[in-house]
T-cell receptor, first 115, second 112 residues
Framework: KAGVTQTPRYLIKTRGQQVTLSCSPI?????VSWYQQTPGQGLQFLFE???????NKGNFPGRFSGRQFSNSRSEMNVSTLELGDSALYLCASSLASGRSTDTQYFGPGTRLTVL | GQSLEQPSEVTAVEGAIVQINCTYQ??????LSWYQQHDGGAPTFLSY????GLEETGRFSSFLSRSDSYGYLLLQELQMKDSASYFCAVRGLEGGSYIPTFGRGTSLIVHP
């Protein structure tokens, strides 16, 4: 079974631009979560989608948004990029949502650099 | 809010046993997970404890004590490939959402 895939793997943007990252979960998984990983803050939860609905949301500004499609693929968007948005963005998929979602399978991540 | 504490670094020699501790504070505890991440790689799920006690999966074991808000990951017969960062994570209820929170990670260095 293919793993979680994320595109693109690397991205360089400038301040003020916007970016869209894509994630394809493992076949059959309906939950997709997004995380931001930085050396300073560690791994932080952005949001989770299940069956095209946002189920859980972390403490990030509204510039960070996402969506999920009927085939469970997900995208996240960051608008008005700031230097501090430079990070590794990880997507994780799982079978279920909510409190039972503790076996997550992570993709390789998208390394975003904001100049 | 939720918080987790784990040591920043642990070193050990090949073939030894090492324990990585994790203490947590959370509301509405729903389980403790462990992940491994090699440099440049993605986190990989290792184990999940929802109830007190020890869970064993091959060379790795994970323990949970809910009354002490404490857990640990035990790695036996250490191999060089076990050199990686290890994260504990909890999922708790915060602001109406089930938020997974990760520790800052423990860097395990295995020496020959």
């Amino acid at each position: 079974k293919a793993g979680v895939t994320q595109t693109p793997r690397y991205l360089i943007k400038t301040r003020g631009q916007q970016v869209t990252l894509s994630c394809s979960p493992i076949s059959g998984h309906r939950s997709v979560s997004w995380y931001q990983q930085t050396p300073g803050q560690g791994l932080q939860f952005l949001f989770e989608y299940f069956s095209e609905t946002q189920r859980n949301k972390g403490n990030f500004p509204g510039r960070f948004s996402g969506r999920q499609f009927s085939n469970s693929r997900s995208e996240m968007n960051v608008s008005t990029l700031e230097l501090g948005d430079s990070a590794l963005y990880l997507c994780a998929s799982s079978l279920a949502s909510g409190r039972s979602t503790d076996t997550q399978y992570f993709g390789p991540g998208t390394r975003l650099t904001v100049l | 809010g939720q918080s987790l504490e784990q040591p920043s670094e642990v070193t050990a020699v090949e073939g030894a046993i090492v324990q990585i501790n994790c203490t947590y504070q959370t509301s509405g505890f729903y389980g403790l997970s462990w992940y491994q991440q090699h440099d440049g790689g993605a986190p990989t799920f290792l184990s999940y404890n929802a109830l007190d006690g020890l869970e064993e999966t091959g060379r790795f074991s994970s323990f949970l004590s809910r009354s002490d808000s404490y857990g640990y990951l035990l790695l036996q017969e250490l191999q060089m490939k076990d050199s990686a960062s290890y994260f504990c994570a909890v999922r708790g209820l915060e602001g109406g959402s089930y938020i997974p929170t990760f520790g800052r990670g423990t860097s395990l260095i295995v020496h020959p």
